[in-house]
């Protein structure tokens, strides 16, 4: 005869568990800038020991689930199947991606790390510009108003004559009035002309060209805070906030540490802080290079930085540093950068990281010879900050 045994029942805890929001939860390891994980390479533990962490942070895993994962327990192999069947759904869904690992020399497999894909980047940007503007309400306009007028379809002007290469949004009682005035002249039968057209008139719309200039000296993750991390989730929330409401405009990005190079926007997760010194000079020459190219009337670069500049590159090519004061050589050469930033009709806003009463003169001498703005904010404000400027198209001079 079957004997029948009863226990307890095992279920998924975790079955209520959505993606978005298991992505959301393991977002801070995910977009990390070094600080605190100088020793992780993405593997498959890593990830395990990260989702465990926000599980537990997030009440669904115990302090003592914690630790018999870390000890590798027998009682805790389910709970590594049930965080290796959540992260593998992650991956199913195109949310990550494994990457084989190879050694130099070595065509087999060294393990496997995983990488954040374009799916996960525009979820985690949306969310990252919903919860910084979260309070800003929902009648945001996309597009830059500017200094002009234009034909187009929201009247903000009285109408004008049409000419060619106007937007032909007809404005038809100011059509048939100016018709009807110029047949009081000339008498007799009259047909409509072209010299009778008006259009509407509305504010030009112009197109904006940013280049979002990231500080990652290593002075980024130090004493304690890491500013990176946040100024990374900021770069994520532009890129969304341009997608969505700004389609015509640009953004490129540019870090900045002994020397500058412009980055796609897709390798942004994978920065790391780093070298260690701050070229805020070769930082503003890349950019302003950049926006050379475009040939949007609005050109501006939004710097993030948190320090003092602390090398220049020198006519050779080399790189000299003072990591001591503000170096009057070195003050010098980013000055005369920021000067040739204005000239090409180049904005600069400046969004400093730090209360460093010795930084004040350096960002109201640069605002100064920008003919941008400077705020002093902190990480945690930083995202409210610079999209809030962004938005209210606080540079809004046509060059």
């Given at each position: 005869m079957a004997?029948?045994?009863?226990?307890?029942?095992?279920?998924d805890?975790f079955?209520?568990?959505?993606?978005?929001?298991l992505?959301e939860?393991?977002?801070?390891?995910l977009?990390?800038s070094?600080?605190?994980?100088?020793?992780?390479?993405?593997?498959?533990?890593?990830?395990?020991?990260?989702?465990?962490?926000?599980?537990?942070?997030?009440?669904?895993?115990?302090f003592?689930?914690l630790?018999?994962?870390?000890?590798?327990?027998?009682?805790?192999?389910r709970?590594?199947q049930q965080?290796?069947?959540?992260?593998?759904k992650?991956v199913?869904?195109g949310?990550?991606s494994?990457?084989p690992?190879?050694?130099?020399?070595?065509n087999?497999?060294q393990?496997?790390?995983?990488e954040?894909?374009q799916?996960?980047l525009?979820?985690?940007?949306?969310?990252?510009?919903?919860?910084?503007l979260g309070?800003?309400g929902r009648?945001?306009?996309?597009?830059?108003?500017t200094d002009?007028l234009?034909a187009?379809?929201?009247?903000?002007?009285p109408?004008?004559s049409?000419?060619?290469?106007?937007?032909l949004?007809?404005?038809?009682?100011a059509?048939?009035r100016?018709?009807?005035e110029r047949?009081?002249?000339?008498?007799?039968?009259w047909?409509?002309e072209?010299?009778d057209?008006q259009?509407?008139?509305s504010?030009?719309?112009?197109?904006?060209a940013?280049?979002?200039l990231l500080?990652?000296?290593?002075?980024?993750?130090l004493?304690?805070?890491?500013r990176?991390?946040?100024?990374k989730?900021?770069a994520l929330?532009?890129?969304?906030?341009?997608?969505?409401?700004?389609?015509?405009d640009h953004?490129?990005?540019?870090?900045?540490h002994?020397?500058?190079?412009?980055l796609?926007?897709?390798?942004l997760?994978q920065?790391k802080?780093?070298?260690?010194?701050?070229?805020?000079m070769?930082?503003?020459?890349?950019?302003?290079?950049?926006?050379?190219?475009?040939r949007?009337e609005?050109?501006q670069?939004?710097m993030?930085t948190d320090?003092?500049?602390?090398?220049?590159t020198?006519p050779?090519?080399?790189?000299?540093?003072?990591s001591?004061?503000?170096?009057?050589e070195i003050?010098?050469?980013t000055?005369?950068?920021?000067?040739r930033c204005?000239?090409?009709g180049?904005?600069?806003?400046t969004?400093?990281l730090a209360?460093?009463?010795?930084l004040?003169s350096f960002?109201r001498?640069?605002?100064?010879?920008?003919?941008?703005?400077?705020y002093?904010?902190?990480?945690?404000d930083?995202?409210?900050?610079?999209?809030?400027?962004?938005l209210?198209n606080r540079?809004q001079?046509?060059?």
């Amino acid at each position: 005869m079957a004997q029948i045994q009863y226990g307890k029942r095992l279920e998924d805890p975790f079955a209520d568990l959505e993606l978005e929001d298991l992505l959301e939860l393991l977002s801070q390891f995910l977009l990390r800038s070094g600080f605190g994980f100088q020793n992780a390479d993405d593997t498959l533990d890593d990830l395990r020991r990260a989702l465990a962490r926000a599980l537990q942070q997030a009440g669904r895993l115990t302090f003592q689930d914690l630790e018999a994962l870390e000890a590798g327990s027998a009682d805790s192999e389910r709970l590594r199947q049930q965080l290796d069947k959540l992260l593998q759904k992650l991956v199913q869904a195109g949310f990550l991606s494994p990457k084989p690992q190879r050694q130099r020399g070595r065509n087999e497999p060294q393990g496997v790390r995983y990488e954040l894909t374009q799916r996960s980047l525009d979820f985690l940007g949306l969310k990252s510009l919903r919860r910084l503007l979260g309070g800003l309400g929902r009648g945001i306009s996309g597009q830059h108003l500017t200094d002009r007028l234009d034909a187009g379809i929201e009247a903000g002007a009285p109408p004008k004559s049409y000419e060619f290469g106007d937007t032909l949004n007809l404005d038809a009682a100011a059509t048939l009035r100016a018709a009807l005035e110029r047949r009081a002249i000339e008498p007799g039968g009259w047909m409509l002309e072209e010299q009778d057209l008006q259009v509407q008139q509305s504010d030009h719309m112009g197109r904006c060209a940013t280049v979002l200039l990231l500080d990652t000296s290593h002075s980024m993750i130090l004493y304690g805070e890491d500013r990176f991390t946040p100024a990374k989730q900021v770069a994520l929330a532009l890129t969304s906030l341009i997608r969505s409401l700004y389609p015509n405009d640009h953004l490129s990005l540019v870090l900045f540490h002994d020397s500058a190079e412009e980055l796609p926007l897709h390798r942004l997760a994978q920065v790391k802080v780093g070298p260690y010194h701050t070229n805020t000079m070769q930082g503003l020459c890349r950019s302003r290079q950049i926006l050379s190219r475009s040939r949007y009337e609005m050109k501006q670069i939004l710097m993030i930085t948190d320090g003092k500049p602390s090398a220049m590159t020198t006519p050779d090519g080399g790189i000299y540093k003072n990591s001591f004061g503000l170096d009057p050589e070195i003050l010098s050469a980013t000055f005369r950068e920021v000067l040739r930033c204005r000239r090409a009709g180049i904005a600069i806003h400046t969004f400093m990281l730090a209360q460093d009463p010795l930084l004040l003169s350096f960002v109201r001498r640069l605002a100064q010879l920008a003919r941008g703005k400077a705020y002093l904010t902190s990480a945690a404000d930083l995202g409210r900050a610079l999209l809030m400027d962004f938005l209210k198209n606080r540079a809004q001079t046509v060059h």
